[in-house]
């Protein structure tokens, strides 16, 4: 048994209720609306998000109609923000799949997109809890200004460590947070349980993305999407830069060099032996060890964030979690 099927058995009529509104919501009587809809709900990944959201309102004061309809809210954000980064990104594949605009067009793409965020507002507004407003408005407009951030940095790959940090924050440990954060209000929570609760996600967060960067220059089949894909994007994540920075002079620009040269679509050696040539590179420089070292960092604190809370099986389920977000291989 996978740990997602762990989580949800544990979750059990929750998430069977979350999964029955979010499919009931993904439904249209419009041909081509409705096509693209159903190609959504039947290729959704882990669904960690909604996951989280039913986690944090469980280890409060238990999941309520407005925790479902928050982990909804969660859910459709997440996937109408990846619906238009793939569009950004031109990405071909989206969990193992032909992402939306390779399927359709980018005009559909872009409206499912738009079409999804509207259904998040809808979701929302039903709830008629100022709180849980506030916290999705504000995770929309920084995962934005993320992506807007992370545009801008591909105009020179080589950003710092700590404006590395500030664009994962805003795109994924900002979403992990809000999802937390959300999920406590909506069951009741103290100010003390939604404040923690939100700090674990921030570093859950952190911990995830930094493995998914480690994965991107993995040789692992499973990962359902191209590997160093975010060099040709023009993204030199975390494991990249520390090795350039490690690197002498002459090693590090020339590593600079095959990486915008991949980025550029023209490589100036055979694709397979540039990605290999960057791989062996990081790894020389300890590039994915120090990623790994920022994890255990952020496992650390994400693990004291739960020391207010009594054991149960739900204070488990998130700390498997955190295990679950660095040991994984896809």
Same mark, same amino acid.
């Given at each position: 048994?996978?740990?997602?099927?762990?989580?949800? @058995?544990?979750?059990?009529?929750?998430?069977?209720?979350?999964?029955? $509104? &979010?499919?009931?919501?993904?439904?249209?009587?419009?041909?081509?609306?409705?096509?693209?809809?159903? &190609?959504?709900?039947?290729?959704?990944?882990?669904?960690?998000?909604?996951?989280?959201?039913?986690? +944090? !309102?469980?280890?409060?004061?238990?999941?309520?109609?407005?925790t479902l309809r928050t982990a909804l809210a969660m859910e459709l954000l997440h996937t109408a923000s990846l619906? @238009?980064?793939?569009?950004?990104?031109? /990405?071909?594949?989206?969990?193992?799949?032909? /992402?939306?605009?390779?399927? %359709?067009?980018?005009?559909?793409?872009?409206?499912?997109?738009?079409?999804?965020? #509207?259904?998040?507002?809808?979701?929302?507004?039903?709830?008629?809890?100022?709180?849980?407003?506030?916290?999705?408005?504000?995770?929309?407009?920084?995962? !934005?200004?993320?992506?807007?951030?992370?545009?801008? !940095?591909? /105009?020179?790959? %080589?950003?710092?460590?700590?404006?590395?940090?500030?664009?994962?924050?805003? *795109?994924?440990?900002?979403?992990?947070?809000?999802?937390?954060?959300?999920?406590?209000?909506?069951?009741?929570?103290?100010?003390?349980?939604?404040? +923690?609760?939100?700090?674990?996600? %921030?570093? $859950?967060?952190?911990?995830?993305? $930094? *493995?998914?960067?480690?994965?991107?220059?993995?040789?692992?089949?499973?990962?359902?999407?191209?590997?160093?894909?975010?060099?040709?994007?023009?993204?030199?994540?975390?494991?990249?830069?520390?090795?350039?920075?490690?690197?002498?002079?002459?090693?590090?620009?020339?590593?600079?060099?095959?990486?915008?040269?991949?980025?550029? /679509?023209?490589?100036?050696?055979?694709?397979?032996?540039?990605?290999?040539?960057? *791989?062996?590179?990081?790894?020389?420089?300890?590039?994915?060890? &120090?990623?790994?070292?920022?994890? @255990?960092?952020?496992?650390? *604190?994400?693990?004291?964030?739960?020391?207010?809370?009594?054991?149960?099986?739900?204070?488990?389920?998130?700390?498997?979690?955190?295990?679950? #977000?660095?040991?994984?291989?896809?």
């Amino acid at each position: 048994m996978s740990f997602s099927t762990d989580i949800r @058995h544990l979750l059990q009529d929750d998430f069977l209720a979350f999964e029955r $509104l &979010y499919n009931e919501t993904l439904r249209s009587d419009s041909v081509l609306l409705g096509e693209a809809l159903e &190609y959504v709900r039947s290729h959704t990944g882990k669904q960690l998000r909604p996951q989280l959201v039913l986690l +944090a !309102a469980k280890i409060c004061h238990g999941v309520t109609d407005k925790t479902l309809r928050t982990a909804l809210a969660m859910e459709l954000l997440h996937t109408a923000s990846l619906i @238009h980064d793939d569009v950004v990104d031109d /990405s071909p594949m989206r969990r193992g799949m032909e /992402s939306l605009q390779v399927r %359709w067009t980018n005009k559909v793409a872009v409206l499912v997109g738009d079409y999804l965020l #509207s259904l998040v507002m809808q979701a929302i507004a039903s709830l008629r809890n100022t709180r849980i407003l506030s916290i999705v408005s504000d995770l929309s407009a920084m995962l !934005a200004s993320g992506e807007l951030l992370q545009i801008d !940095a591909s /105009s020179s790959m %080589w950003i710092t460590e700590e404006r590395y940090n500030d664009i994962i924050s805003r *795109k994924t440990a900002g979403l992990f947070a809000a999802c937390m954060e959300a999920g406590a209000e909506s069951s009741g929570a103290t100010m003390k349980q939604t404040t +923690a609760l939100r700090q674990f996600g %921030w570093y $859950l967060g952190m911990c995830f993305q $930094l *493995k998914d960067d480690v994965l991107d220059y993995s040789d692992s089949e499973e990962l359902g999407k191209p590997t160093m894909n975010d060099i040709r994007d023009g993204k030199a994540t975390l494991p990249l830069l520390v090795a350039v920075s490690r690197a002498p002079k002459q090693e590090a620009d020339s590593m600079r060099e095959l990486a915008q040269s991949m980025a550029s /679509s023209q490589p100036i050696m055979p694709l397979s032996e540039a990605e290999q040539t960057i *791989k062996s590179f990081i790894m020389r420089y300890d590039g994915v060890r &120090y990623a790994y070292q920022q994890m @255990h960092k952020h496992k650390e *604190k994400a693990e004291q964030c739960l020391n207010i809370f009594r054991d149960s099986n739900y204070k488990s389920a998130l700390i498997q979690m955190l295990d679950y #977000s660095i040991n994984r291989v896809y």
